[in-house]
């Protein structure tokens, strides 16, 4: 049983250009979260989705930054005209049910890089 | 909003003996859930133990175990019989119960574990 997928694992882009992050949750998961952790800090909460909507997006940045989970394929994470201050490790999490005894499984992650 | 403390950046324990990582929490919800992820230096994010608040008794799972204080809002980890594979990042997060399900983690601790 496949566990959280994301790709690619690592990712360099120039300050500027795209990025896009993708996270294939378990099977059978319908809940997507995004989290981001900066050196030497922890996971900091982005955004929460199911499949085609966007349930909490307090932790998104309100330029740059969007998040989709469309019917079919994996969640996508874009961030727009990257800066040096994206560098950082972007996990996704998955879980069956949005009920909190369930926990969430993560991917290992996106380190990205800004040159 | 929720926050999660964890004042020990660093902890060391040697092989075989027991340690104790803190953890305290800040929230005014009476229903919520808890849990410790263990990060390894590969990055993965694993679930090593989750409490339920409702639950008086604390989580066990195997070698590791908590010390859940509601009222004191408290929430250790002890690991017992320290082996060299639990050196890694250990993070305690909090999830509320119902609403957005998601996770808020403390900075985290580095334990290592001396032969």
Known sequence: NAGVMQNPRHLVRRRGQEARLRCSPMKGHSHVYWYRQLPEEGLKFMVYLQKENIIDESGMPKERFSAEFPKEGPSILRIQQVVRGDSAAYFCASSPQGFGNQPQHFGDGTRLSIL | AQTVTQ?????????????????????????????????????????????????????????????????????????????????????????????????????????????
């Open chain 2, 7 to 115: 004042s020990q950046p660093e902890m060391s324990v040697q092989e075989a003996e027991t340690v104790t990582l803190s953890c305290t929490y800040d929230t005014s919800e009476s229903d919520y859930y808890l849990f410790w992820y263990k990060q390894p230096p590969s990055r993965q994010m694993i679930l090593v133990i989750r409490q339920e608040a409702y639950k008086q008794q604390n989580a066990t799972e195997n070698r590791f175990s908590v010390n859940f204080q509601k009222a004191a809002k408290s929430f250790s980890l002890k690991i017992s019989d320290s082996q060299l594979g639990d050196a890694a990042m250990y993070f305690c997060a909090y999830r509320s119960r119902g609403g957005s399900e998601k996770l808020v983690f403390g900075k985290g601790t580095k334990l290592t574990v001396n032969p």
